[in-house]
């Protein structure tokens, strides 16, 4: 039998080569595939994301399979229903209300990355933006009416202090859109604040790219999503939108911060990006991650010299909690 792991539907994009290139390193053979029904024999089958129907999954033993949910209920309700679970050996989540270590285990979105150069002066920055798509959910917890009740506050009242960015706006139906943007991070560098909100609020570890890309581009978030979102990142980096009673009195604070104020923002914002935290977002520990729900006990020399330095990092700090 061929040592064989299916990645069905995988989203890590730029992290493919060296997944694969890790996968052979253990001793399989990675098969890429998007049809499931009629496999042959394999070791491991290994999904990120999976779509509704999951009955043809019976079919195989599952201490084979193993889930990686990337999307929050808001996104992908399906894949929070008990049949979906049951159909896996493994779950691995960023839901840490899920998480026990036997069925469940964590993982980071890997958003860590190389800092901008905060080369723009406080004075030449405009003041707001954000940078999202035009989404929709029925789900309680949802956050993109919020996103929303953001840019009509400010169309309505403060116009000149905020830009809309993002796929499947209009400037018909919302004044402030300026288009999409072939950079998130070089647009949002030259603004004070970037409005951080999560597809969902309420929720345990759901931390993605939407605090990071601010963090990286110098840019103090405004942050709205995960409820222990300072167990992942200080709360001396980044604005609590839950500190506000309203949209106004946000706005107050933000537009009469001091130069001396907001450059402590972003010194911490270094600091944190530096530090054995911020490692736990990094590709080179989803990729730890990844290679432990194929083999837990995995020998880690198989990882490149530079990729370890961050496993290590993020071990350290792990180890401290």
């Not at 980096?237 to 130069?259: P, V």
Request: charged share 25%; proline share 4%.
């Amino acid at each position: 039998m061929n040592r064989d792991v299916d990645l069905a539907k995988a989203n890590s994009g730029q992290l493919y080569p060296v997944m694969y290139d890790q996968v052979r390193k253990m001793g399989f053979q990675p098969v890429w595939t998007h049809q499931v029904s009629r496999l042959g024999a394999f070791d491991i089958l290994l999904f990120h994301n999976v779509s509704q129907d999951v009955g043809v999954l019976k079919r195989y033993p599952k201490e084979k399979l193993v889930l990686f949910i990337w999307e929050p209920p808001t996104v992908a309700p399906h894949m929070y229903r008990r049949e979906v679970f049951d159909r896996f050996g493994k779950v691995y989540t960023w839901d840490d209300s899920l998480v026990d270590n036997r069925k469940f285990f964590k993982f980071h979105y890997p958003q860590y990355g190389k800092i901008v150069e905060f080369s723009v002066p406080f004075h030449e920055k405009k003041l707001a933006v954000m940078v999202n798509c035009n989404k929709n959910s029925s789900h309680s917890r949802s956050l993109y009416q919020e996103r929303r009740n953001v840019i009509r506050f400010f169309e309505r009242n403060y116009p000149e202090d905020f830009d809309l960015y993002g796929r499947g706006w209009s400037s018909a139906k919302f004044p402030s859109y300026r288009g999409t943007v072939a950079s998130k991070l070089a647009c949002i560098k030259d603004y004070k604040f970037c409005f951080a909100y999560e597809n969902m609020k309420n929720v345990q570890g759901y931390v993605t790219e939407k605090i990071f890309d601010a963090l990286r581009a110098g840019c103090v978030p405004v942050y709205w999503g995960a409820e222990n979102i300072t167990d992942y990142i200080p709360k001396n980096c980044f604005i609590d939108r839950r500190d506000f009673g309203n949209n106004e009195q946000l706005y107050w604070h933000l537009k009469t911060m001091t130069q001396q104020v907001y450059e402590g923002y972003q010194e911490n914002i270094k600091n944190f990006l530096a530090s054995d935290q911020a490692a736990l977002f990094s590709k080179e520990y989803y990729l730890h991650t990844f290679a432990q729900a194929i083999k837990p006990n995995y020998d880690v020399s198989i990882l490149r010299e530079d990729y370890f330095k961050f496993v290590q990092k993020a071990e350290s700090f792990l180890r401290r909690q």
